[in-house]
Nanobody, 120 residues
Framework: QVQLVESGGGLVQAGGSLRLSCAAS????????MGWYRQAPGKQRELVAA???????NYADSVKGRFTISRDNAKNTVYLQMNSLKPEDTTVYYC??????????????WGQGTQVTVSS
């Protein structure tokens, strides 16, 4: 009932920048939290950054000062601006959105993932 479409991944040299986008659509009444996670092969999925409906943000220590999360509530879209990228940032990034459907049911949805590759 909720679809997430991610975009913006790709290949960039170390020190470069990328901007990820994730647009949510469907029978959405409200969105509480939106976030970005990443998962390297053989490792657990980890939080990169999250933002609440009120605009409060939370970042993994490894990306503080380099990544910025933001959201456009009118478009149900969350962004992740990634600057000063490092080879260790290479992995698949997933969007996560938590909220309520029009029917009064909560949802916790994931995007399909977008690959970010940083070359040294």
């Amino acid at each position: 009932q909720v679809q997430l479409v991610e975009s913006g991944g790709g290949l960039v040299q170390a020190g470069g920048s990328l901007r990820l986008s994730c647009a949510a659509s469907g029978s959405i009444f409200s969105i509480n939290a939106m976030g970005w996670y990443r998962q390297a092969p053989g490792k657990q999925r980890e939080l990169v950054a999250a933002i609440t409906s009120g605009g409060s943000t939370n970042y993994a220590d490894s990306v503080k000062g380099r990544f910025t999360i933001s959201r456009d509530n009118a478009k149900n879209t969350v962004y992740l601006q990634m600057n000063s990228l490092k080879p260790e940032d290479t992995t698949v990034y997933y969007c996560n959105v938590i909220g309520w459907l029009v029917a009064g049911i909560s949802f916790d949805s994931w995007g399909q993932g977008t690959q970010v590759t940083v070359s040294s």
